[in-house]
């Protein structure tokens, strides 16, 4: 194969990842805790956490929706909607198996568990709240192999959290994501591991927006 052909198709297989990766990092970019919204579970959590677990790291990410791509009166439930049934999270539930997810906006309430990944645990006015758990096999194999050296841990699991505000006709979106460590001594997943999360979760958050805008109608932000 020549040095040109050979160079289209490496750019064919890199190209377009490396401009999603940009795409996501730049329209969601991480927040520090300075930027906790007020009224947030996750802040109220991360301030009085129970015993046994610390939350070394909240990834915040805060964009900007046009009101119009909502039809319902309350936005954080319908963005929780779309983003528990994004095909993501389709994919990730069927290889998980087990519950189903939300069939309608109402079925994002209280105490509602959706497939093998998150369950609702807390409703409160502009906000929903949902936990998640790594499974404690995995878990407990990390630990095991940290205790004896390895420099990282497994989070064992966490919460997300939708959060949203109207301001006029746009409704600015909070994604918040807590991950949950239950051994205090610093050691937390990889930098890879941690990046790829976040890609993910920025990711789950385009989806569930686009998602929204193509039910409701409206030309891309």
């Not at 050691?187 to 958050?205: E, I, P, Q, T």
Request: glycine fraction near 6%.
């Amino acid at each position: 194969m020549s040095p040109i052909r050979t160079i289209a198709l490496l750019s064919a297989f890199t190209i377009p990842p490396i401009v999603i990766v940009n795409y996501l990092q730049h329209r969601y970019p991480r927040h520090d805790l300075s930027y906790l919204p007020h009224g947030s579970q996750i802040a109220k959590i991360i301030a009085s956490p129970p015993d046994g677990v610390y939350y070394p790291m909240v990834d915040i990410f805060i964009t900007i929706v046009p009101k119009r791509y909502f039809k319902t009166a309350n936005p954080s439930q319908e963005l929780s909607f779309h983003f528990w049934t994004s095909p993501l999270i389709r994919l990730e539930a069927l290889l998980l198996g087990s519950l189903p997810l939300p069939q309608s906006t109402g079925d994002v309430e209280l105490d509602a568990k959706i497939a093998n990944i998150a369950t609702c645990a807390g409703i409160s006015e502009q906000s929903y709240l949902f936990r998640f758990n790594i499974p404690e096999r995995s878990v407990r194999w990390f630990d095991d192999w940290a205790d004896k050296g390895l420099s990282w841990r497994m989070l064992h699991g966490g919460y997300h959290e939708i959060l949203t505000k109207e301001e006029g006709d746009q409704v600015r979106v909070w994604y918040l994501c807590a991950h949950e460590y239950g051994v205090q001594d610093k050691k937390v997943l990889f930098w890879l591991g941690n990046w790829a999360h976040r890609l993910y979760a920025r990711s789950l958050l385009d989806v569930a927006i686009r998602g929204l805008r193509k039910d409701n109608g409206g030309s891309w932000i």
